[in-house]
């Protein structure tokens, strides 16, 4: 074939391809018929038979069939060896199909190992491939009414711990626990699942998750259903129960304790169980136990349960532990149960006695859990020790330790509420709240940023000297109230 025949042929195949719609223009249709001719003629092809084949498509095209009738007869056979290479754009579609397996990317499980079973629904699965190996992006919980009953589902199948963690997670994002909208509700389908990941065989990683999600569970709520909400409550005291690890029990006493968990009260249930374990906490020599059953133990009001100072000698015991951790969380549960005594209870006298020795420890957060006790005893005597011997107090009161958590993971510890200075203001601010001589620490703004300076710094360059100032003016009015 010779090059004009050869381009031609190109022409030709642009030509067709370009022909291949529903509708060909007269113009177009004349372009082929010219072509087809030239074609003929460059490559000798002027047989009977390819002048028939060439009409009979030209009728085919006309008649309103395909365009794509005319590709496969307008180029004549031949025997003879082409010596023009083939067009570059055949090449691009003779490349063989790949059939290898693409990888999941590392720490991404396959659905097999997650559903070996196949129990997963096409959404539940379209679910799952949103994990990335460690989470489910936040997105996922935009739609709650969606997803949420698709979490439950995941976190109930899923063979794979970091997974089922993973969904928990997100069931605990997509459900209802207050007064909110888009979002599911808990129900027996959603506690059943949780209960079943509330057990000492599951995973330690997909257990912590579960006892997030229990937390806001057994929250009272106009949202939930109280029986559910017992069931779950039940099954974390039992867990808790049987736990020897002091890692997990301080798990499981923080998902009760935020519940507002105290003696004598319908939280307990009349559980000796529940309450042995709050005990024997607090009792422990594990530090970050003790403190943190002391810190979500909630004492309650005598007024309300005759029973709630079960815990009274048992806390104050623990102020001579050993850990300033230990004494800085037993101090701040008294603070709590200072508030509901009256000043003719004898423990109040006992606690007014303990903060005033615990003001001068050595420790920062004992003197500042110390000065808060006196705010909740509520007394005016208290203001002239205050002035007088805190202002200067620029120490920063903070509780900075680490612990394991029950996965093995580090979890840092620590608080940092400011200095004692502060904290004495804050009392003074508490005490006069309402009376002719008010302090008013709000009037300050103090500078938290990160590289502000120490907020005693700052207590001591604005505030100080107007309290002391303020002190001067208003002592013989305090002192009578005080005494009235």
């Given at each position: 074939?010779?090059?004009?025949?050869a381009?031609c042929?190109?022409?030709?195949?642009d030509?067709r391809?370009?022909?291949?719609?529903?509708?060909t223009?007269?113009?177009?249709?004349v372009?082929?018929?010219v072509c087809t001719?030239v074609?003929?003629?460059?490559?000798?092809g002027?047989?009977?038979?390819?002048?028939a084949t060439a009409?009979?498509?030209?009728v085919?095209m006309?008649d309103?069939?395909?365009?794509?009738s005319a590709?496969?007869?307008?180029?004549?056979?031949?025997?003879e060896?082409?010596?023009i290479?083939p067009?570059?754009?055949?090449?691009q579609?003779t490349?063989?199909?790949?059939?290898?397996?693409?990888?999941?990317?590392?720490?991404?499980?396959?659905?097999?190992?997650?559903?070996?079973?196949g129990q997963?629904s096409?959404?539940a699965?379209?679910?799952l491939a949103m994990?990335?190996?460690?989470?489910?992006?936040s997105?996922?919980?935009?739609?709650?009414?969606a997803n949420?009953?698709?979490f439950v589902?995941?976190?109930r199948v899923?063979?794979?711990?970091?997974v089922?963690?993973?969904a928990?997670?997100?069931?605990?994002?997509?459900h209802c626990?207050?007064d909110?909208d888009?979002c599911?509700?808990?129900?027996q389908?959603t506690?059943?699942?949780?209960l079943?990941r509330l057990?000492?065989?599951t995973?330690?990683g997909?257990?912590?998750?579960?006892?997030?999600?229990?937390d806001?569970?057994?929250?009272d709520?106009?949202?939930h259903?109280?029986?559910l909400?017992?069931?779950v409550r039940?099954?974390?005291?039992?867990l808790?129960?049987?736990?020897?690890?002091?890692r997990?029990?301080s798990?499981v006493?923080?998902?009760?304790g935020?519940?507002?968990f105290?003696?004598g009260t319908?939280?307990?249930?009349?559980?000796?169980e529940l309450?042995?374990l709050?005990?024997?906490s607090i009792?422990s020599?594990?530090?970050?136990l003790a403190y943190?059953?002391l810190t979500?133990l909630?004492m309650?009001?005598?007024?309300d349960?005759g029973?709630?100072d079960?815990?009274?000698?048992?806390v104050v015991a623990e102020l001579d532990?050993?850990?300033?951790?230990?004494?800085?969380?037993?101090?701040?549960?008294?603070?709590?149960?200072?508030?509901?005594?009256d000043k003719d209870d004898?423990r109040?006298?006992?606690?007014?006695?303990i903060?005033?020795?615990?003001r001068?420890d050595?420790?920062?957060?004992?003197?500042?859990?110390?000065?808060?006790?006196w705010g909740?005893?509520?007394?005016?005597?208290?203001?002239p020790?205050?002035?007088?011997d805190?202002?200067?107090?620029?120490?920063d009161?903070e509780i900075d330790?680490?612990?394991e958590?029950?996965?093995?993971?580090?979890a840092?510890?620590?608080?940092?509420y400011g200095?004692?200075?502060?904290?004495?203001?804050?009392?003074v601010?508490?005490?006069t709240?309402?009376?002719?001589?008010?302090?008013?620490?709000?009037?300050?703004?103090?500078?938290?940023?990160f590289?502000?300076?120490?907020?005693?710094?700052?207590?001591?360059?604005?505030a100080?000297?107007d309290?002391?100032e303020?002190?001067?003016a208003?002592?013989?009015?305090?002192?009578?109230a005080a005494?009235?």
């Amino acid at each position: 074939m010779s090059r004009a025949g050869a381009k031609c042929v190109d022409h030709a195949i642009d030509d067709r391809r370009c022909a291949g719609g529903s509708r060909t223009s007269r113009h177009r249709l004349v372009a082929i018929v010219v072509c087809t001719a030239v074609l003929a003629v460059a490559c000798g092809g002027t047989d009977d038979a390819s002048d028939a084949t060439a009409a009979s498509d030209i009728v085919a095209m006309t008649d309103g069939s395909p365009a794509t009738s005319a590709v496969t007869t307008t180029v004549p056979a031949t025997t003879e060896a082409s010596s023009i290479d083939p067009p570059a754009t055949s090449a691009q579609t003779t490349e063989p199909a790949t059939t290898a397996l693409v990888e999941p990317a590392p720490g991404v499980p396959t659905v097999a190992e997650v559903d070996p079973n196949g129990q997963l629904s096409p959404a539940a699965l379209e679910l799952l491939a949103m994990f990335d190996g460690e989470r489910f992006p936040s997105d996922a919980s935009d739609d709650g009414v969606a997803n949420g009953p698709l979490f439950v589902e995941l976190a109930r199948v899923s063979a794979v711990p970091s997974v089922t963690a993973a969904a928990l997670d997100g069931v605990r994002s997509t459900h209802c626990f207050f007064d909110e909208d888009d979002c599911t509700l808990v129900t027996q389908v959603t506690t059943d699942m949780l209960l079943g990941r509330l057990t000492l065989e599951t995973d330690p990683g997909v257990l912590l998750s579960a006892l997030a999600l229990a937390d806001p569970v057994m929250t009272d709520s106009p949202v939930h259903d109280e029986v559910l909400a017992d069931e779950v409550r039940g099954e974390v005291i039992a867990l808790g129960t049987a736990s020897d690890d002091s890692r997990l029990t301080s798990a499981v006493l923080g998902a009760l304790g935020t519940n507002g968990f105290f003696p004598g009260t319908a939280a307990f249930r009349g559980s000796t169980e529940l309450e042995e374990l709050f005990r024997t906490s607090i009792a422990s020599p594990e530090p970050a136990l003790a403190y943190t059953a002391l810190t979500q133990l909630n004492m309650g009001n005598p007024d309300d349960a005759g029973d709630s100072d079960n815990f009274y000698g048992v806390v104050v015991a623990e102020l001579d532990d050993s850990s300033a951790v230990v004494r800085a969380g037993a101090l701040d549960t008294l603070r709590s149960f200072a508030e509901f005594l009256d000043k003719d209870d004898p423990r109040w006298a006992e606690l007014f006695s303990i903060a005033d020795t615990a003001r001068i420890d050595a420790d920062p957060i004992i003197r500042r859990n110390a000065l808060k006790i006196w705010g909740s005893l509520g007394d005016l005597v208290a203001i002239p020790t205050l002035i007088g011997d805190h202002l200067d107090d620029g120490a920063d009161a903070e509780i900075d330790f680490s612990f394991e958590r029950y996965d093995g993971s580090e979890a840092p510890g620590g608080v940092n509420y400011g200095s004692v200075s502060l904290a004495a203001l804050e009392v003074v601010t508490e005490l006069t709240r309402g009376t002719d001589f008010e302090f008013d620490l709000f009037e300050y703004e103090f500078d938290r940023g990160f590289d502000a300076p120490p907020i005693g710094e700052q207590v001591a360059e604005q505030a100080a000297p107007d309290a002391r100032e303020w002190f001067v003016a208003n002592e013989a009015a305090i002192a009578a109230a005080a005494n009235g």
